[in-house]
């Protein structure tokens, strides 16, 4: 039987890959591009045609120097024939070189990081979220490759009635934080279920489903079109660098702010965790109890979340004012949070088919929103 010759290509749409042969498909020589002006790299994403039926062993060669080499034990990529339905394949990891071992069992296949979010269901998505009569869509600015700043604004503002904020994607690999926002705003919108509806009355949401899309669409693990990591521009963004941050801290200024998550993935840690803001320097019994119960809340709710793995805590007054979850924390006076998602299988629940998955995503999205209104019900 002849095969045709191998073809790999990577999508303009997210994609990142550099072949160094792919002449036998018993041997293909690969690396990570680097993300633009930044020296990170992990995120890859690419299609392989012509193998069908082959033993395929794809070796990432330079995944040793990646930025989080610690990511790879214990991990799986991901592929899909359709760009729908995403499944894991065998991978190891050894003398720094990535191993991807697969038989496509169709002609043409795509190897992932994690499932890729494109910049063009984005749209879709937003255009979806804009058509709900429950909708404020407030343009916020243009990042530095011209693509506009998208925040939902949901219910209006009274009296004593707490300012929500939810963004996710500031680092642009880690694609479950849009996975996340397809469970949890359309359920926020959802005009038939009952704990939306309630959230509604009770806070008004400020929404940014994705912030880093310039970094997203160039396929970037961590940072956007001029190389900045964006979760670390919080203390002094500027329109040259950082204006994504720029215009939501300044938004934030403006309209204040309760309760604040970010939602991110982890390359190490195989579960799902919340980091707070322990370290900021006003940090007190009553925001510990805060970020205690919103944790204790959504343990409860969701089999997925658990509160026994996580980052170590800053030391008291030595939280980083750089980002996100201590600025707004130490800004605001406000329960704010980063909630991490893994790349590999959550070892609560595992699933060795799919890993941790986009459909996973959103259901952990949808429970956030119970959690977020227990928080509302005991008082920001």
């Not at 071992?101 to 910049?119: D, E, G, K, L, N």
């Not at 359920?187 to 940014?208: G, P, Q, S």
């Not at 160039?218 to 720029?246: C, I, M, Q, Y």
Request: hydrophobic share 40%.
């Amino acid at each position: 039987m002849t095969h045709a010759p191998l073809s790999i290509s990577v999508p303009h749409d997210s994609g990142n890959i550099e072949v160094l042969d792919s002449s036998d498909p018993r041997s293909i020589r690969l690396n990570i591009r680097k993300d633009g002006a930044a020296d990170y790299y992990q995120w890859f994403y690419f299609r392989l045609v012509g193998a069908e039926g082959e033993d395929c062993h794809l070796k990432i060669e330079n995944a040793g120097g990646s930025s989080y080499v610690d990511g790879w034990k214990n991990y799986w990529a991901v592929a899909s024939y359709d760009l729908e339905h995403w499944f894991r394949v065998d991978t190891s990891y050894a003398e720094g070189t990535l191993s991807i071992r697969h038989t496509p069992a169709q002609q043409s296949v795509y190897y992932a990081y994690f499932a890729p979010y494109p910049i063009e269901r984005y749209r879709m998505f937003v255009a979806d979220v804009a058509q709900s009569p429950l909708v404020t869509q407030i343009p916020l600015g243009q990042t530095l490759d011209g693509e506009p700043l998208d925040l939902f604004q949901v219910g209006s503002h009274a009296a004593g009635k707490p300012v929500v904020w939810v963004i996710a994607r500031q680092h642009p690999g880690e694609s479950m934080g849009s996975w996340w926002m397809e469970g949890f705003l359309p359920r926020l919108l959802d005009e038939d279920d009952a704990v939306a509806k309630a959230v509604r009355d009770e806070a008004v949401f400020y929404v940014v489903p994705l912030v880093n899309i310039d970094g997203s669409r160039r396929g970037h693990l961590r940072t956007n079109a001029a190389g900045t990591d964006l979760n670390r521009a919080w203390a002094e963004p500027s329109l040259e660098t950082s204006p994504e941050v720029f215009h939501i801290r300044n938004k934030m200024d403006e309209t204040g702010c309760n309760l604040f998550l970010d939602v991110h993935g982890d390359e190490v840690i195989a579960n799902n965790f919340i980091a707070g803001a322990e370290g900021i320097p006003s940090w007190n019994e009553e925001q510990q109890a805060r970020l205690d119960h919103f944790m204790a809340t959504l343990e409860a709710i969701s089999p997925a979340f658990q509160r026994k793995e996580g980052y170590p805590l800053s030391a008291p007054g030595q939280g980083n004012l750089k980002i996100a979850t201590d600025q707004i924390a130490e800004r605001f006076g406000c329960l704010a949070m980063t909630l991490e998602m893994p790349f590999k299988d959550a070892a609560i629940l595992p699933d060795e088919n799919v890993g941790w998955s986009p459909e996973r995503c959103a259901d952990l999205g949808r429970s956030c929103l119970d959690a977020i209104r227990a928080a509302i019900k005991r008082g920001l």
